[in-house]
Nanobody, 127 residues
């Protein structure tokens, strides 16, 4: 069982940056694929970014490409989301998620593929 705890959310002005962290405990998530999703008020949970189990591949939703960067540090059981050039439409609760080893990158943008979820951290971008 993996427990995930996000942190780093907060209030930032448009154009600013935030770095979200997600730390795992209870069991290692080495070899797990890791993803970030977000849910804005009144909207469905949507894919933000993912990094595969060996960090060789990263994936981003189109609207995040060039602004967000996902990374991981397995020695610290952590995954990060660096968010730059934030926009008011980035306001949402951000969740990290972990997928047990599949050794494939397929469907990393699909929320139902993930096995463990954090409780979320609020990001608010003011205009």
């Amino acid at each position: 069982q993996v427990q995930l705890v996000e942190s780093g959310g907060g209030l930032v002005q448009a154009g600013g940056s935030l770095r979200l962290s997600c730390v795992g405990s209870g069991s290692t998530f080495v070899n797990h694929d890791m993803g970030w999703f977000r849910q804005a008020p009144g909207k469905e949970l949507m894919f933000v970014a993912a990094i595969n189990w060996n960090s060789h591949n990263t994936y981003y939703a189109d609207s995040m490409k060039g602004r967000f960067t996902i990374s991981r540090d397995d020695a610290k059981s952590a995954v990060y989301l660096q968010m730059n050039s934030l926009k008011p439409e980035d306001t949402a609760v951000y969740y990290c998620a972990s997928r047990r080893p599949t050794w494939e990158d397929a469907q990393l943008d699909t929320k139902s593929e993930y096995d463990y979820w954090g409780q979320g951290t609020q990001v608010t971008v003011s205009s």
